[in-house]
């Protein structure tokens, strides 16, 4: 198989129109809060896009809790080989 | 008398290494088929009782919570068998056929006992999948896997004898944390489970097995657990947290771990966390809930794990540090890979949309905002690990240059199974819905359902894109990352070490003391009563006769006296 096939991917000006292709269409997500009747069980569900702000939100902070987790469990690759 | 279908499997596992080529292919495609096949003519009821000592053991308890799981299980098997089906190693078939059918006939058990001798099974049986691996690290791991299952087994027996001495029931029903007991069958079934802190047996072993072996032993042994707790332990309130808990936990692990398949057994931990969660609750929609999760986790589970497979077969790695740019040769594999993602990130028209959301729609009924607030947070989170990075990193992200071919054709079509019920469970959910436990009249697609579910996807997967583009996201990187089993792989080994070091020295010491006296007192005994010795001296003959002569001497002197 040949290693030189050009990808669409392998061109990082088509990532970066993925990136804007998704930035949209959380938009488009975020604005439809306003165009459909809520069936809330909690109060929290009735603030306007507060499912994309949470899943943002706790992403962000799971990431970095995980980063920070890391510089106290991190262990070279052989720790278990004695 | 009829048949038990899970004895197809475990009998039907011996003539195995006796079939070559493609009769063995076409057995064990056929086996487990019919298996499903009896298990869907089995009528609810009691069908196999059998008296021993006293104790009447049911063999096969038909009703709608074990045929649910004993349909998946047994499809599970199939998918399995079709998976491995070019490996020619029977040690691995046969022990996948006991290992499916003593899970299933541990899900067709009516009572304790029967249970127990089917739980160890499983342990014993599933082993087998871990050293087929045949490394030094997957003896070691298997190894630490059979202990921990059997402790499992013993625990489920000890909580058996408590029980039947409070009780004299050895009936598999509802049990409750009611006694000590019952209490102790919770624990065996706990950590088959993988509950919080009895949890590391699963990302210990499951990434150690072969590359099939991993894909059939992510299907029975949890979903077992979960079985069991369902019949035995639904609306036991403790459940909830420590669902919530397992749900929330290990995908913090999962970000950070580099083992791709490793990151699938934190995911699959977070996935029981939801089960266990439905089943805390305890009401019907709940408990439904946790039953379509089981099954449509299997599948999709099984899916990721296969997909994975794929990779470590091909590459000879598993290693998110060392993957990449995987999808330019192997792009059925990613694509099946993705379907796994999307299901299991619960995207609507995904099989996990349809089943996780009568968990989280439960929990929101009863009131409980922060155990839906923890379910979804670990939504989102379990999207942002297992859908976006598994696929990410291992066909995409960085380009590693590697060329392999695609999943052999075996592997592809068993893949493409699982992923077309993945997709047509989520489109069509009413079939699955039929056959839970309870009845069930549900629609997963409202509008406001499905919007809020992309709302919380997409600005996960926004945050991954913003968090990767600025460089936040911490790299994929050769490593060990500290779980629990630090405790009895480097900790306790260590102390007892050290316990040893010291111990030896207070040993030496004790002992020289010991037999320095010793010494002295033989010595001491030897002194006195040795042969030169004050009273065991001994006398020769001729010294006696000449005393005697002495003693007859003095006593004639003295009578003439």
Redesign the interface.
Known sequence: ?S?D?K?W??DRQNITKV?WG??I??GI??V??AF????P??I??TYF?F??????V???G??????V??I??????D??DD | MTINPALILILGAIPIPLLRGPFRASYLLILPLIGLGFAFSLEPGLHWSVNIMNYDLELLRIDRLSQVFSYIFFFAAFLGNLYTLKDDDPVQQIATQVYAGSAIGAVYAGDLITLFVFWELTAVSSVFLIWARRTERSYQAGMRFLIIQVGSGVLLLGGLILLVRDTGSIAFDFLGVTSPGTALIFVAFGIKCAFPLLHNWLQDAYPEATVGGTVILSVFTTKLAVYALARGYAGTEMLIWIGATMTAFPIFYAVIENDLRRVLSYSLNNQLGFMVVGIGIGTEMSVNGTVAHAFTHILYKALLFMSMGAVLLRTGTIKGSELGGLYKTMPLTAAFCLVGAASISAFPLFSGFISKSLILTAAADEGRWLTWGVLLFASAGVFHHSGIKIPFFAFFAHDSGRRVKEAPWNMLLAMSIAATLCVGIGVWPQPLYNILPFPLDFNPYTTPHVINQLQLLFFSGLAFTWLMRTGYYPPEMPSVNLDCDVVYRKLLPRLARQFFAKFEALDQLTRRLALECIQRLITGIFRRTGPQGVLTRTVTVGAMVLWVIVLLGVYLVLYLI
């Open positions: 198989m290693d096939r990808y991917l392998d990136v998704l930035v269409l959380c997500l975020f439809a809060d459909y009747d809520k069936h069980h909690f929290a569900e896009g499912f994309g702000i949470f899943g943002f706790v992403c962000v799971l990431v970095l809790t995980a980063k987790m890391r106290l469990l991190k262990r070279g690759e720790y278990y």
